[in-house]
């Protein structure tokens, strides 16, 4: 059975750090992309980023980039995103996503974690 | 890098027929046929409903379908049932190489 678990629910205060997690099992971690989505409070789905878990290459929303690090363990089956200074507008609930492979590419998500809510105030 | 265009609600009485469209543009939408759909219910994960445009997983109703024309794709839901009641959401690949969600229908079962 696919799995997806990310860690509990943080608060934190603006300025301070924060990683993450999502560990993955059922499946081999490296077959699939995995993508994060936000969604902030009252509002709709947001997409991330994501990340090539065989070669750890990134790509990341336009809005974001900069804001947050994607990164992966693959000794652990784990991924991560990390914030190195949050806002107060980093509140919200974080999903870590699967990339599936349809017939022409993958290009949407089969598995989702049960996501992460982070709370960020002073 | 905006949202797609969705209606903010959609609502329909039991065996009824629904349709919720998803407007992009030629940079994602109508740049290729990788639009998914996906269901949230509050407390939920969400879970994938359509990809490819028209193509449902196993498992999933065949009172969902999908469909698209030019830059606006749309998801009918056919013979509506009270468990239908969810927030929908359409998303995209773009051109840029990234993904692009909808801004989310809630659909009420009247």
């Known amino acids: 059975e696919v799995l997806l678990v990310q860690s509990g629910a943080e608060v934190t205060k603006p300025g301070e750090s924060l990683r993450i997690s999502c560990k993955a099992s059922?499946?081999?971690?490296?077959?699939?992309?995995i993508t994060w989505v936000r969604q902030m409070p009252g509002k709709g789905l947001e997409w991330m980023g994501k990340?090539?878990?065989?070669?750890?290459?990134?790509k990341y929303s336009p809005a974001l980039q900069g804001h947050v690090t994607i990164s992966a363990d693959e000794s652990i089956n784990t991924a991560y995103l990390q914030w190195s200074s949050l806002e107060a507008s980093d509140t919200a609930i974080y999903y870590c996503?699967?990339?599936?492979?349809?017939?022409?590419?993958?290009?949407?998500?089969?598995?989702w974690g049960q996501g992460t809510l982070v709370t960020v105030s002073s | 890098q905006s949202a797609l265009t969705q209606p903010a609600s959609v609502s329909g009485s039991p065996g009824q027929s629904i349709t919720i469209s998803c407007t992009g543009t030629?940079?994602?939408?109508?740049?290729?046929?990788?639009v998914s759909w996906y269901q949230h219910r509050p407390g939920k994960a969400p879970k994938l409903m359509i990809f490819?445009?028209?193509n449902r997983p196993s498992g999933i109703s065949n009172r969902f379908s999908g469909s698209k024309s030019g830059d606006t794709a749309s998801l009918t839901i056919s013979g509506l049932q009270t468990e239908d009641e969810a927030d929908y959401y359409c998303?995209?690949?773009?051109?840029?190489?990234?993904?692009?969600f909808g801004g989310g229908t809630k659909v009420t079962v009247l």
């Open positions: 996503v699967r990339h599936a492979l349809g017939y022409t590419g993958w290009h949407f998500f089969d598995y």
């Open positions: 059922g499946y081999t971690f490296t077959s699939h992309w």
């Open positions: 990340i090539d878990l065989i070669d750890s290459s990134t």
């Open positions: 030629s940079s994602d939408v109508g740049a290729y046929n990788y």
């Open positions: 490819e445009v028209s």
């Open positions: 998303c995209s690949h773009t051109s840029s190489s990234t993904w692009v």
